[in-house]
């Protein structure tokens, strides 16, 4: 395998970023995942509007041109030989000695590419059979809005899934509001039929796959609603499923032990995964 860091292809095994990186001291630093489907990267100018954005909320300014991390991209793809899989990017503030403020101006950003195939079967095993998921008191900063690489309170809540069974943590604010999962967004389907996730004003990630998943559900005839819901709703709604670059969508069967639906993934989850990747190609 071989991965990109900052101007150079190296073996996987090998690359290495600096002990002063300021991703790895402050996390000061930004990352994307994006999906590869049959070869195309699915929702790349969205990924790295998403990118932009992050970037100059934080002042970061961008390691090199658009035009010229494409081209990176594409090149550790096929380094890689992946055409069914993901690629991660990370972007840092650079090497500096340790200090919170800002380095000097005209430290370069660090940049990293890696890609890796994709377990189809084990995808493939969660769609047929659903995920199980846990809630969780929200604990993070209120700038979730950033697509940072400080994901600890995501890695506890993952953890504490895992050890309880589960697949996905979803956060739950104080007023019992469900936010977004450690590494998804979260829908449900209610009684009528109607798609629900919360909006992304504020509070929750804007995944790039809920974007797209809202232009994949009109053609459906599908109507969606971006309002917060509680937890007794998530818990007693249709169907439940979360959506990220890494999983597109994953059907939710249980919540905290608690049945979701009939406990099997729903249909209305399963065809919006079927059309997703017609639109978003
Ligand atoms: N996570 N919310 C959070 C907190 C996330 O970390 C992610 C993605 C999403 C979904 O965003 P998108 O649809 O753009 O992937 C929502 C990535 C995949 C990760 O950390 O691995």
């Known amino acids: 395998r071989t991965a990109y860091v900052n101007g150079a292809y190296v073996p996987h095994s090998e690359a290495a970023i600096h002990v002063e990186d300021r991703g790895f001291q402050f996390a000061d630093g930004v990352y994307e995942v994006c999906e590869v489907r049959h070869g195309v990267i699915v929702d790349l100018s969205r990924h790295l ?23 990176i991209i594409r090149e550790v793809l096929r380094r890689n030989r992946v055409s069914n899989g993901l690629f991660y990017l990370q972007v840092t503030r650079g090497v500096a000695r340790r200090d919170h403020v800002f380095p000097a101006k005209g430290t370069p950003p660090s940049i990293v590419v890696t890609a890796k195939r994709t377990d189809a079967a084990a995808i493939a095993r969660k769609n047929a059979v659903g995920i199980a998921a846990i809630t969780v008191p929200e604990n993070r900063w209120d700038r979730v809005d950033i697509k940072t690489v400080g994901l600890l309170p995501n890695v506890l809540a993952r953890q504490r899934a895992k050890e309880l069974g589960a697949q996905e943590a979803i956060f739950v604010d104080a007023d019992g509001m469900v936010k977004e999962g450690a590494a998804t967004n979260v829908w449900i389907v209610d009684g009528e039929g109607m798609l629900r996730t919360r909006p992304a004003e504020h509070g929750i990630l804007r995944g790039i796959t809920r974007t797209t998943l809202m232009d994949v559900a009109k053609p459906l005839g599908l ?49 919006i995964r079927e059309a997703f990747f017609d639109v978003a190609e």
């Open 49 to 71: 509007d998403r990118l932009d954005r992050s970037l100059s909320e934080l002042r970061i300014s961008w390691p090199m041109s658009r035009a010229a991390l494409i081209h």
């Open 223 to 271: 109507t969606i609603e971006e309002r917060a819901f509680s937890v007794e709703e998530m818990l007693g709604a249709r169907e439940v499923f979360v959506t990220a670059a890494t999983s597109i969508c994953f059907p939710v069967v249980s919540i905290d032990g608690k049945t979701i639906g009939n406990g099997h993934p729903g249909s209305i989850a399963q065809n």
